[in-house]
Each structure stands twice: as C-alpha cells, then as structure tokens.
C-alpha cells in the first residue's frame, strides 16, 4: 500500500510540474503569435492550395494561384518577423527536451539533450522564405506540396516546443494524417538537413 501510495504522489507531481511548466512555454509562444496573424494565413493557404488543386478549369486554377501568392508572401514576412522575435527569449524558456515525453525540468537537468527553439523558428522561417522565393524552381503543384510541409513542420516544431514530441506526432497524425518522417522527408533539402542537425544535437 505505501508503494502504491508512493507511485500515486509521484505520478500527481510529475503531471502537476509537467501541466505547470508546459502552461508556461504556451503562453510564451502565446504571447509572440499574438503580434501576428500567422494561424489565419496558415489556414487560408492550405485551404486555397486544397480549392486550387480541385479546379477542374486551368484558367480558374491560374486565378486562385495568383491569389495565394500574396497570401505566401505575407505569411513569409510575418513567420520571419515572428521568429526574430521569438530570438529574444531567454535560452532558459528555449529550450525544448529531445526526450520522447515530458519530464519536468528535463531541459535543465539534462541540457546535452535539448535543442533551441529560437534556432528551430530560424530554421523554419527560412525553409518557408525559400518555397514562396521557389528557389528550387518547382512546379506549382510541386511547391504547394512543398510549402505544405513546412508549415506543417513548423507546426510540429511548435507543438513539442509547448507539450512533447510524442504529443506533437501524435496531434500531426490527428489533424492532417501525416507522420512527422513523412514531414521531414516532404520539405526542401536545406531545411530538412538544418532540423535534422539541430534535433539530433549534431
């Protein structure tokens, strides 16, 4: 009974702690979106792209492209003046546990195994600046396919950052049935090997 009582006290701390600190990171994150209207345009991109590739008219699908242009831009300025902002949080409240599921002070207690967010917005806000710039000279189709991975990567990114990568996969899986290997092999090559070195500690 005192093990099991024991395991019980263990187990409301570590949620408690967990709960306390993952409110925190949220409403860091929070704070910095809040300036910006990323969300929305992330949303009416995607839903365009979707309304885009169901044209069955090419000079109707030609406006609708048209249209997201602007959208891309905007989302590219504002997801990079975010991520420089984002570049002022102490490195204390950025940094984000490699560790499958949460620990409470995991990122402080085992340092070696943590990456920094403001690095991984960095990432990510050049990944998005390169499709919308098409860099890689790729086909409408191609860069809508593209610049929906990286968003979503960012997503995930942002997701782990708040709760865990478990959590993060699993919200991924969830809301678009992507897997997060999926998402990684979909994105340019540049941004693909930045997140991989970052994540990985190389």
Known sequence: MDLLFMAILIASGTYMLNAKEQRKRIAILGMHLSHYQIEKLMEALTEGYMRALGESSAER????????????QQLSEQFSRFAADF??????????SRLPIALPFADKLL?????????ALAIHAKGIAHVVQNTAHLATKDRAFMMTAELFLMQH??????KSKTIASARMMARHQTPHAQLVESVSETTRRAYLALIQGE
């Open 61 to 72: 699908r030609d406006q609708v492209w048209s249209l997201l242009s602007t959208t891309e």
């Open 111 to 119: 340092p070696a195994l943590t990456f920094d967010m403001r690095q």
């Open 87 to 96: 570049a002022k949080v102490s490195e204390e409240d950025a940094r984000v």
């Open 157 to 162: 990114t942002c997701h782990w950052y708040c």
